[in-house]
């Protein structure tokens, strides 16, 4: 989730890092009360209005950080494919949907977060180099969803699932609208150099900064070992 390694120089923020890391550490507390909840250690639903504009807070901070880093990346020469980058977030996306599919065959996930950063990533670029364009679109964007029906599109999900025989329950589903206008504000952050916001040299916002630097091995492997964990309390208390 960070640039290539021609650009990572320039690009490499530590503001930007704890910003995609504190992304990563709220992902890893909505799993573990997943987890917790799915043992019955605690008892809740994810319907509640708190659960569900907690995980609007996880997916804003990702997604802004991809228009926000490919601001970064192509503000001198725009670069419409990062090779490197790119096949990462693709196989990792790949490798979500294969494991859910051998693990949960009726719930996997087809089109999760990693699937669309995938693509958003080249949607934003072109206007990567106009943030204040970019910005204006995005917003637009989530101004016409949140004010109107015309962006909707109510029938399509139905229509795709139905027309390509996928699970019509996922475990992760994210669709392009309106989620793509808050990739698309993302360019305007790093416009405004919010990268260069200085901030203390502490513990914790270096380990932040390091899960950020790392949040796609983490995004892959944190909730293996989360549901690892949590199973083997439940078995242990259960003796």
């Known amino acids: 989730m960070s640039a290539d390694p021609g650009t990572l120089k320039i690009s490499r923020s530590t503001f930007l890092d704890a910003y995609r890391?504190?992304?990563?550490?709220l992902m890893m507390i909505f799993h573990l009360c997943w987890d917790l909840g799915n043992f019955g250690f605690i008892s809740f639903s994810f319907a509640d209005p708190f659960w569900i504009d907690f995980r609007r807070v996880i997916v804003t901070l990702f997604l802004t950080a991809v228009g926000w880093s490919a601001y970064l990346s192509n503000r001198q020469r725009l670069r419409l494919i990062i090779w490197?980058?790119?096949?990462?977030?693709?196989?990792a996306a790949v490798l979500i949907s294969l494991?859910?599919?051998?693990?949960?065959?009726?719930?996997?996930?087809?089109?999760?977060?990693l699937h669309f950063i995938f693509l958003a990533t080249f949607l934003v670029r072109p206007l990567s180099r106009r943030p204040i364009l970019s910005a204006l679109i995005g917003s637009a964007?989530?101004?016409?969803?949140?004010?109107?029906?015309?962006?909707?599109?109510?029938?399509?999900f139905p229509a795709i699932v139905h027309y390509l025989n996928l699970p019509h329950q996922t475990l992760d589903i994210l669709f392009p609208l309106p989620w793509i206008g808050v990739v698309l504000i993302g360019p305007l952050l790093g416009y405004l150099n919010w990268h260069k916001c200085t901030?203390?040299?502490?513990?914790?916002?270096?380990?932040?900064?390091?899960?950020?630097?790392f949040a796609l091995p983490i995004y892959l492997l944190h909730q293996l070992i989360l549901?690892?964990?949590v199973a083997l309390a439940k078995?242990?208390?259960s003796h």
Not at 201 to 208: C, K, S
């Open 21 to 25: 890391g504190f992304a990563v550490l």
């Open 84 to 91: 490197p980058r790119d096949a990462k977030v693709l196989l």
């Open 99 to 113: 494991g859910t599919y051998l693990a949960l065959p009726n719930n996997w996930v087809f089109f999760g977060i």
């Open 141 to 156: 964007i989530l101004v016409i969803y949140s004010e109107t029906s015309w962006l909707h599109f109510p029938n399509a």
């Open 199 to 213: 901030i203390p040299n502490h513990f914790l916002v270096r380990a932040l900064s390091a899960m950020g630097r």
């Open 227 to 229: 549901f690892a964990l």
């Open 235 to 237: 078995i242990v208390l």
